[in-house]
């Protein structure tokens, strides 16, 4: 189990890397509205698209609200640059081929644990946008981290997590309906999206969905009301202008602890 684990972490490692070389370019000089790193914002990426699913592209940050624990607060940056800074990490679980047409689920593996240290310790630090793309059949019987501290781990670095099922019998997987679950979870809870290839060909096009969706995303930030460093967990909302248009996002984010506060 250790050695799945093990190699879960490198992959995510050398494409998280690779991508960052490939997404980095030196930046061009940005307006004040480019989004800044600040320990007192609360930074947020988000996606914003009709009932159908099709992404809204050109709105402005007059267009949204932001409210925290229900209460609104006062957006500060925004910005529909697709050019903000992008490291991807990619975990891929090794028990399936190293052909994506052979892919098999069942079996143990150390799921939790490849994305909680993925999330801490490959992607925390790194400027821009954190993204996770996790292709597995969302089963785990060995980790150490539970479920809800990898989720703790992912908003308290920015991370959004991406993740493709590979419980398709036609990928062989079984229909494991309790791994679809978890990786929904991932995904729902930091603001990405769950995707159930059906077939192998269907890959493609859920990579070209990731894809289109990084290029269309907003960020904003805001310096929240509620100024104690406590540590605990506060709920986001962000409204959208026409309440036809659906906004996706991360649903929270853990306030920073005061220095001597023991860490969980």
Do not use: C
Request: proline share 3%; no cysteine; charged share 25%.
């Amino acid at each position: 189990m250790k050695r799945t684990l093990l190699a879960l972490i490198i992959r995510a490692a050398i494409i998280s890397a690779s991508a960052l070389a490939w997404q980095n370019s030196p930046p061009e000089k940005r307006d004040e509205q480019t989004i800044s790193v600040n320990v007192d914002l609360v930074n947020v990426l988000f996606t914003v698209a009709d009932k159908k699913g099709k992404f809204i592209p050109g709105l402005k940050r007059e267009y949204f609200k932001v409210y925290e624990d229900g209460k609104p607060q006062s957006i500060t940056n925004f910005s529909a640059d697709t050019n903000l800074p992008l490291t991807i990490a990619l975990l891929v679980d090794t028990r399936l081929s190293e052909s994506i047409r052979t892919m098999r689920a069942g079996g143990g593996t150390s799921l939790y644990d490849a994305v909680y240290l993925a999330a801490s310790q490959k992607l925390a630090g790194q400027s821009g946008r954190r993204i996770m793309v996790i292709i597995s059949d969302g089963d785990d019987n060995s980790s150490r981290f539970s479920m809800t501290e990898v989720l703790e781990s992912a908003q308290r670095n920015d991370v959004v997590i991406y993740t493709i099922s590979t419980n398709s019998t036609a990928l062989g997987g079984d229909r494991n309906n309790r791994g679809d679950r978890v990786l929904k979870t991932f995904a729902d809870e930091t603001g990405g999206k769950m995707f159930s290839p059906f077939k192998v060909q269907d890959l493609n096009s859920n990579f070209r969905n990731i894809s289109e969706e990084l290029r269309l995303q907003y960020a904003l930030a805001y310096r929240p009301a509620n100024l104690l460093r406590d540590g605990t967990f506060r709920r986001i909302r962000i409204e959208p202008g026409d309440k036809r248009h659906v906004v996706r996002a991360r649903n929270g984010y853990y306030a920073p602890r005061s220095t001597g506060t023991a860490d969980r």
